[in-house]
Each structure stands twice: as structure tokens, then as C-alpha cells.
């Protein structure tokens, strides 16, 4: 999951926040926490942040190439250490998360049934991006109004923003050595958003306390061992990264760990004890679409490029392009341990295909014809 950098152009917001007593702010902070829940965002946090030393991690996580081809990571450094950069004149945050997790989805049974498809849970609905920055600027237009005018901009993985560490110093939860943030009450099944306005609101208090104890569930499940210790990950490793932003080749030896998983992973959050606390999202827009929460390999490999794109329209799986799509079900294909079906399936496919692919599917089929064993199944505590 990442930021679409160049699908919203950064424009600066004047500032426009008449000045208001400090009564007054304290009472429409109150109230955008109320506004914040009747938008549809579980939780909110107003937050001034320090970003400085989050800063220099990601520099030295940029430093030694963990981020891979994701170059946009390593761009508009100065906005990320100083987000107010990012909209001239704003000088808070509020920070919002959402849940996602669709009902009666059990992604075990999935992660088992190598013949099938396993979609990560965040995308197996409508697209978050374009929702959640809807639902946010509808919150800035009712500050907007509250306060007599304000300037206020809305971003959800959509610019360089360090979502995560604002999202913890806003009171939302802390970062759990899987790098993701964690809710005592909530887990991490939600998304992040941002609105920067420029309205002096008073902030609320960060999440200090780590919750995470000497647990290392997260770490020891990876099935690529992405994680080189506890709050750090090499996504060049990550499933997430490799069926996502991963352009071209798979490198060979991940392939057999990926599994049947196509499109995103949850492994490191499905083992997370907190994530027992986790609520259902209440946006029918994310509930499963194209039954892709239960669906055959096979019937997804056989999508032609014109079903791809329509079935694909308004979802985050499109990003990974036709290509990237019948790469990562090759590879899954190659690892279900399928019989003459599955070999049938790929070398029809095979003509019509680039050379990247055909590349994955050879490797598929050799990997079926060697009869190579599969991943023992997943089992969780
Ligand atoms: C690039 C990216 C990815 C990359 C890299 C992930 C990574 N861990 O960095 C890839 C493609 C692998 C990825 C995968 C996923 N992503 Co993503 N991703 C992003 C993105 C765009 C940027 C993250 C980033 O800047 N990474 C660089 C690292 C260095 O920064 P960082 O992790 O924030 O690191 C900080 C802390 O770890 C801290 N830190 C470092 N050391 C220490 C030590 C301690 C003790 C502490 C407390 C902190 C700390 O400092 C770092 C610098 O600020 C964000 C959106 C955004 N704009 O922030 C979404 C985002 C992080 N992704 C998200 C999601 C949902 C996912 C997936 C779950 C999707 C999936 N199911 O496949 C996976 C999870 C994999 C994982 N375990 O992280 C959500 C997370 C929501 C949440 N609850 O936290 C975000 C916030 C998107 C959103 N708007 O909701 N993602
Ligand atoms: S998303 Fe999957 S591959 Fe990536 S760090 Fe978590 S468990 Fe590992
Ligand atoms: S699995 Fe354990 S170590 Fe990992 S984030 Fe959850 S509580 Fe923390």
C-alpha cells in the first residue's frame, strides 16, 4: 500500500482561520471528534507533530535500500520532517482511522486452500483513497463553517505524509513491531488519513506506551522473513511489496514463500493478539466484491485483460496492472501443488502473454511437474 504522489497535485492553502478565543477552540475541538464519528471514522486525534527523529529513521531505513523500487519514498524528504511544508500556513493535523475488515471473512480458511486466491483484506472492497478523502474534506468544510473559515486539506496515502508516526503522536495507537499501528480497543485492521488545517485547535494527548511486551508473534510469521528485527522491515522482502509495487521479476527464491497470496499479505496483523479486539468495518463499500474473498486461482488467472480492468474499476487492486496480476497468480498457481488442471490452465495462457510472465509461468509449471512439496498451513496461537 502506498502513496499515489502524483494523483493529487499539492497546492498551498492560504491561510484563512480568523482568530478565535481559546474558549471557543476548545469547544470545536470537542466537537470535530463528534463530527469525526458521524463522518465514519472510528477514532480521530488533533496533533502538532514532532517528526524529527521519525525523520532520521527513515533516512536510515532509505540509507540501506529497504525500500526497493518505491523511489517516491525517498523523495520530498523536507515535507515528510516538516509536514506544514506540505500545505503553507496550516499548523495542525487531524489524524482519522478506519476500520476495514470486511464480516464473515475468515482469511485462514483462504491462507489453506492453496487452489485458492488470498486478497488481502484491506482491498477486497472499493478503493479506501478516494472514500476516506471524500469523508475528510466533508469534515474540513463542517469545521470550515463551525470556526467562521479555515484552510484544510485532506491526504490518505496520497502525498508525503509520515502517516504513522503522526497517527501516533495524535493519540491513535502506537507502532507495533510489525511497523503498523495498533489500537488497545481497535488492533490494526484500519487505514490512516490526514486533515492539515490551519486553525490553532488544542491537541490531544499521544500514545506514549508501547503494548507490545516481549511478544514477537509478528515477526517470527513472516513467511519471507522481511522483518530484520523488531520496528523494522525490508519490504523488498515483504509479500505486500512483491505482488504490489514490485515492477518485473519476482526474485526466484521468494516465489515458493508467497503461497497463494496475490495481492497483499496479513499474516504479520492475523497472528497480532491485539487485532482479537478488532471491529467489522461499517462501509458496506468494503465488503467483498467479485466473491474475491473466495475465489479459485484458476478462475482469476482466466480473466482476460478487458475482465481485469472492469472488474478492477474503483478497487486498489488495479495498481499492480494486468502483468502484475497474472505474474502473481502464476507464481501462486505454481505454489498450490495442483495437477494436470493447473499445468493445462497455464500453458494455454502462456501465448498470450509477456515475456515476464511467461517467465513465472515456466516456473510454475516446472515447479507443478517436480511435485515440489507445499507450505505446511498456517496455524495461529
Ligand atoms: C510504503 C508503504 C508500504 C510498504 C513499506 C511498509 C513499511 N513498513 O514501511 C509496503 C508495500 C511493504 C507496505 C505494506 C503494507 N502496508 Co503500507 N504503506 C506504505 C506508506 C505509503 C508509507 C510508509 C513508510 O513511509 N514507510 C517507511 C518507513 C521507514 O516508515 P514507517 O514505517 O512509518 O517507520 C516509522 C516507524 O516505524 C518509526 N520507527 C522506526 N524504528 C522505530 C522503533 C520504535 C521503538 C518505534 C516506536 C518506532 C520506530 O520510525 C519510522 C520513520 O517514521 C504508508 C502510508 C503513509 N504515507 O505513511 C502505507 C501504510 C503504512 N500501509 C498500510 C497498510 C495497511 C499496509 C499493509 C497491511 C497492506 C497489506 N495488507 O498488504 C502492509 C503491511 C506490511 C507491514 N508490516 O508494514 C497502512 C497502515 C495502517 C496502520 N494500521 O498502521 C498505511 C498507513 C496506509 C494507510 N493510509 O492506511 N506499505
Ligand atoms: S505483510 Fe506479510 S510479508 Fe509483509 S511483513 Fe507482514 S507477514 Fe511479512
Ligand atoms: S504480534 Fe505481538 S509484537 Fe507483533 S505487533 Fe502484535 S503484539 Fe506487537
Not at 514532532?50 to 523536507?78: C, F, I, P, R, V
Not at 486452500?113 to 479506501?128: F, M, N, Q, V
Request: glycine fraction near 6%; hydrophobic fraction near 35%.
Amino acid at each position: 500500500m502506498t502513496d499515489s504522489v502524483s494523483s493529487t497535485p499539492i497546492q498551498p492553502a492560504q491561510p484563512t482561520a480568523p482568530e478565535l478565543s481559546d474558549k471557543k477552540l476548545t469547544a470545536l475541538a470537542k466537537q470535530v471528534h463528534l463530527w469525526a464519528a458521524e463522518a465514519g471514522f472510528q477514532e480521530c486525534g488533533i496533533v502538532d507533530p514532532d517528526l524529527e527523529e521519525d525523520a532520521n529513521q527513515l533516512h536510515q531505513w532509505l540509507e540501506k535500500h529497504y525500500h526497493g523500487e518505491m523511489s517516491y519514498l525517498a523523495t520530498n524528504t523536507d515535507k515528510r520532517r516538516a509536514p506544514y511544508l506540505l500545505v503553507p500556513g496550516s499548523c495542525r493535523i487531524i489524524s482519522v482511522r478506519m476500520d476495514y475488515t470486511p464480516p464473515a471473512f475468515s482469511s485462514l480458511k483462504v491462507l489453506n486452500s492453496p487452489e485458492k486466491a488470498y486478497i488481502a483484506r484491506y482491498t477486497l472492497g472499493r478503493d479506501y483513497h478516494k472514500m476516506m478523502r471524500k469523508r475528510l474534506t466533508q469534515l474540513g468544510k463542517r469545521i470550515a463553517e463551525a470556526a467562521g473559515n479555515m484552510g484544510y486539506r485532506a491526504f490518505v496515502d496520497s502525498a508525503p505524509v509520515m502517516e504513522r508516526p503522526i497517527a501516533q503522536q495524535a493519540g491513535i495507537g502506537w507502532t507495533g513491531k510489525h511497523t503498523l499501528i495498533l489500537n488497545r480497543h481497535a488492533g490494526s485492521w484500519f487505514f490512516l488519513g490526514e486533515l492539515f488545517i490551519d486553525l490553532p485547535l488544542p491537541t490531544d494527548p499521544p500514545v506514549e506506551k508501547q503494548h507490545c511486551g516481549s511478544c514477537t508473534a509478528c515477526l517470527d510469521i513472516c513467511p519471507t522473513k522481511a522483518f530484520t528485527g523488531p520496528y523494522e522491515l525490508d519490504a523488498t522482502r515483504c509479500i505486500s511489496y512483491l505482488t504490489i509495487e514490485k515492477k518485473g521479476a519476482i526474485p526466484e527464491e521468494l516465489r515458493p514463500l508467497m503461497g497463494n497470496r496475490i495481492f497483499g499479505c496479513d499474516d504479520c496483523q492475523l497472528v497480532c493478539p491485539w487485532n482479537r479486539f478488532a471491529k467489522q468495518t461499517e462501509e458496506t463499500d468494503f465488503h467483498p466484491r467479485h466473491q474475491l474473498d473466495d475465489v479459485s486461482l484458476i478462475d482469476l488467472f482466466n480473466w482476460n485483460e478487458a475482465a481485469f480492468l472492469k472488474r478492477t474499476e474503483g478497487s486498489a487492486i488495479r495498481r499492480t496492472g494486468y502483468d502484475g496480476w497474472l505474474r502473481n497468480i502464476a507464481v501462486a498457481l505454481g505454489n498450490s501443488g495442483g495437477g494436470k488442471e493447473v499445468i493445462d490452465a497455464l500453458e494455454a495462457k502462456r501465448p498470450h502473454c509477456s515475456e515476464m510472465v511467461t517467465e513465472h509461468i515456466d516456473w510454475a509449471i516446472k515447479r507443478l511437474s517436480d511435485g515440489e512439496t507445499l507450505l505446511s498451513p498456517i496455524q495461529l496461537k
